[in-house]
């Protein structure tokens, strides 16, 4: 499951076909179709392998909550940046490519990966707002406006290759967000 998982991650979100998997994998195509039914299955089960690695990560998050608010969320989107060139940026790569191609594939990604990494931000956040650290009516909609900027950008430099045209300096842009996002939900 690991080499199908990294094949994935490797195609970086390009849609690779199953034979191309299977190459990846070091099998034969017909063994894929025996295990996992079709390429949806591979893809499914390539995801929710991936989604155990990130359960930690998950785990992590949860303790920034001992910082201050700030910190914590610099901290977060500093590991975040970091991750990105290495396994996260493929993983979310290749969950976009594969759930806009394919519904419930999307679905997948959007309740193994995506959905946790949003929940856990939705966490601290209600944390720093019942510590009177922020102002914080909706955890989900803060957490989308934290994370979606970062996401974006990340993809424009990495996965687009933005950075051959329009390079950013991510350290300065998570700074700027921070600021405006700490600003706008002030106590």
Do not use: N
Request: a negative charge; hydrophobic letters at 45%.
């Amino acid at each position: 499951m690991a080499s199908l998982a990294r094949q994935l991650l490797l195609a970086g979100g390009t849609h690779p076909s199953l034979r191309v998997l299977a190459e990846g994998a070091g099998v034969d195509p017909g063994t894929l179709r025996h295990y996992f039914g079709d390429r949806r299955g591979v893809v499914q089960a390539a995801f929710e392998h991936l989604m155990k690695f990130g359960e930690e990560r998950v785990a992590w998050a949860k303790t920034l909550a001992e910082r201050p608010a700030r910190e914590a969320f610099h901290h977060l989107l500093e590991q975040l940046s970091a991750a990105w060139t290495g396994a996260l940026g493929g993983m979310h790569a290749a969950g976009f490519a594969e759930g806009m191609s394919d519904s419930e594939l999307g679905q997948i990604y959007i309740s193994s990966i995506f959905e946790p990494t949003l929940h856990s931000i939705e966490e601290l956040l209600i944390v720093f707002h019942a510590r009177g650290e922020l102002s914080v009516p909706d955890a989900r909609v803060a957490a989308l406006a934290l994370l979606s900027p970062v996401l974006m950008a990340l993809f424009h430099q990495h996965q687009l290759h933005g950075r051959r045209c329009r390079p950013l300096d991510l350290a300065v842009f998570l700074e700027r967000h921070l600021d405006g996002f700490m600003k706008g939900y002030a106590k």
